[in-house]
Nanobody, 117 residues
């Protein structure tokens, strides 16, 4: 399955933004989806994960309570709702697919999120 993140942009601190992760195939519904981000000069980090049916989610401590991951398997799309954005959330955001919630593949091009103070 091929995934592509979109929806990034330039926002101010405190604003909200919703990213989308669109899949090319209906098999999307069998995969978990992870959201990752990579800030300049830093390693790529896991933001959160949603299970194949949306029944389970996991969030990194840095975004817990501010970010929400959801999915609509009928639209082959997952979402990352980001609220109360902070300048430290500035990064390129990626989504990726997983079957075992340990290894991720099908990385698409990321989408840039820039939060100004």
């Amino acid at each position: 399955v091929q995934l592509q993140a979109s929806g990034g942009g330039l926002v101010q601190a405190g604003d909200s933004l919703r990213l989308s992760c669109a899949a090319s195939e209906r098999t999307f519904s069998t995969y978990g989806v992870g959201w990752f981000r990579q800030a300049p000069g830093k390693e790529r980090a896991l933001v959160g994960v949603i299970s194949w049916n949306g029944g389970s989610t996991y969030y990194a401590d840095s975004v817990k309570g501010r970010f929400t991951i959801s999915r609509d398997n009928a639209k082959n799309t997952a979402y990352l709702q980001m609220n109360s954005l902070k300048p430290e959330d500035t990064a390129v955001y990626y989504c990726a697919a997983t079957l075992d919630y340990a290894r991720y593949n099908s990385w698409g091009k990321g989408t840039q999120v820039t939060v100004s103070s």
